[in-house]
């Protein structure tokens, strides 16, 4: 989150640089800044991103199920059938939790989420059903960004305020005073 701009919407003069003062709201994916004042087609960007991840989700475990027919051609036992179930389930459910928690907080350790990257490409299935059920509230990922943006906004307009006025007058009158007792 940038510090050097303002919210969207509220009415500043622009500096020179050509941005405004204070805190730019973070970017979501699919969303932009949509997501702060909830227009510019926010709400047809919900619904395509609850769309498009519940058909690239049936997708997604259509191809699985070639794959595991495939499987069954090549004979290679019920035995392996059984771990290629297991396998893309047990990484589905990582991959969704971990998901679902990146929309509610950001990562204790980053080297942490590297690691599981590949798990949680194998368990594509379940990030896909994570943001699906996240679309219908919110964009996902929007509560953490808003409540990081509100955070910058209201420190900025601490700091903001604390500034008011000239220090270096403020300076100059206490030390005329204690020079003339």
């Known amino acids: 989150m940038s510090e050097n701009s303002e919210a969207p919407g509220t009415s500043s003069a622009v500096p020179a640089g050509g941005t405004t003062p204070g805190p730019q709201p973070e970017p979501l994916r699919f969303f932009g800044t949509t997501w702060v004042d909830h227009d510019g087609g926010y709400g047809l960007r919900r619904a395509g991103v609850t769309t498009g991840s519940l ?16 499987l069954e051609i090549a004979e290679v036992g019920g035995f392996v059938g059984m771990l290629v179930v297991l396998m893309f ?21 980053a080297s942490q989420e590297d690691r599981l990257r590949g798990l949680k490409s194998i368990g594509f299935i379940g990030s896909l059903l994570a943001y ?14 808003r409540t990081e943006y509100e955070t910058a906004l209201a420190q900025y307009a601490k700091r ?9 007058a403020r300076k100059s009158a206490k030390g005329k005073r204690s020079g003339r007792r």
């Not at 389930?89 to 350790?109: H, L, M, N, Q, Y």
């Not at 699906?132 to 960004?145: I, M, Q, T, V, Y």
């Open 160 to 168: 903001r305020s604390s500034r008011t006025g000239n220090p270096a």
């Open 89 to 109: 389930a047990v990484c589905s459910a990582i991959a969704f939790r971990k998901t679902w928690e990146g929309f509610t907080r950001r990562p204790d350790d």
């Open 132 to 145: 699906f059920l996240r679309s219908f509230k919110e964009a996902p990922g929007e509560k953490l960004r």
């Open 55 to 70: 058909v690239a989700a049936v997708a997604a475990c259509f191809v699985l199920r070639f794959a595991y027919q495939g």
